[in-house]
């Protein structure tokens, strides 16, 4: 697999939009999981999805 570098700038609301290349790349569709590590910020494919609390 060949490498991407791509710089891309925050929008005035602080939007980043993920280029198509990397969504079809990673196979990623309507959500990603957004990962802070030591190292960086990591994109993934979510394994699961957070649900509501229900109010008691």
């Not at 060949?2 to 959500?31: A, M």
């Not at 030591?38 to 699961?48: A, C, E, Q, R, S």
């Amino acid at each position: 697999m060949q490498p991407i570098g791509i710089i891309k700038e925050f929008d005035k609301l602080g939007r980043l939009v993920i280029p198509k290349e990397l969504k079809k790349r990673y196979h990623f569709t309507d959500s990603v999981e957004i990962i802070a590590t030591k190292d960086g910020i990591l994109l993934k494919n979510p394994t699961y999805f957070l649900a509501e609390r229900e109010q008691k």
